[in-house]
């Protein structure tokens, strides 16, 4: 059994920052790519940011230059570092990784407001 734990969430005012965490445990051996979603009501799931074992790091056009991610391959961890942040920002955050055995997981999602 694979879980996914989003936490770093929260309300946040434009031009401010918030980090998110994601930690995956249960039985994983290896892990091939990790990477962040995010879904607002009313629009389809979208691609933020994705990191491959290596740390080689793609980003949507929407955040690019405004967000960072990174990954901690022993704690078995993934970050995305959220700063300027704008208020088209607001959405469930989701954590994502593929296994080497390319199996997938996702997490449940925390939340990012933010204000004007």
């Known amino acids: 059994q694979v879980q996914l734990a989003e936490s770093g969430g929260g309300l946040a005012q434009a031009g401010g920052s918030l980090r998110l965490s994601c930690a995956a445990s249960?039985?994983?051996?290896?892990?091939?790519?990790m990477a962040w979603y995010r879904q607002a009501p009313g629009n389809e799931r979208e691609l933020v940011a994705t990191i491959s074992r290596g740390g080689s790091a793609d980003y949507a056009d929407s955040v690019k230059g405004r967000f960072t991610i990174s990954r901690d391959n022993a704690k078995k961890m993934v970050y995305l570092q959220m700063n300027s942040l704008k208020p088209e920002d607001t959405a469930l955050y989701y954590c994502?990784?593929?296994?080497?055995?390319?199996?997938?997981?996702w997490g449940r999602g925390t939340q990012v407001t933010v204000s004007s």
């Open positions: 994502n990784i593929v296994l080497v055995t390319e199996n997938m997981y």
């Open positions: 249960g039985n994983i051996f290896s892990i091939d790519t």
